[in-house]
């Protein structure tokens, strides 16, 4: 594997650690918060639905980025 697709794994490695590290903690605040707002239940699980697809995402780049470096022989 070249110096660029490592550099371009990595890249891709910390912004999907970033999602999912972004994605926990907005989930986490959004439980708090909704009922001190008095939001109805809808709403939270509408914030349950976009922390599932976000993570639903980080594991296909994970998938991803772990068949790439299968496939060069780094794995």
Known sequence: MTEEENI??????RMVALV??????L???VQ???PYFGLPGRYAL????AALAALIWA??????????RMASGDG
């Open 8 to 13: 371009a794994l990595a890249r891709k490695g």
């Open 20 to 25: 999912i590290a972004g994605t926990m903690l």
């Open 27 to 29: 989930w986490i605040a």
């Open 32 to 34: 708090w918060i909704a």
């Open 46 to 49: 509408l914030f349950d639905f």
């Open 59 to 68: 594991m296909v780049n994970v998938y991803q980025m772990r068949k790439a």
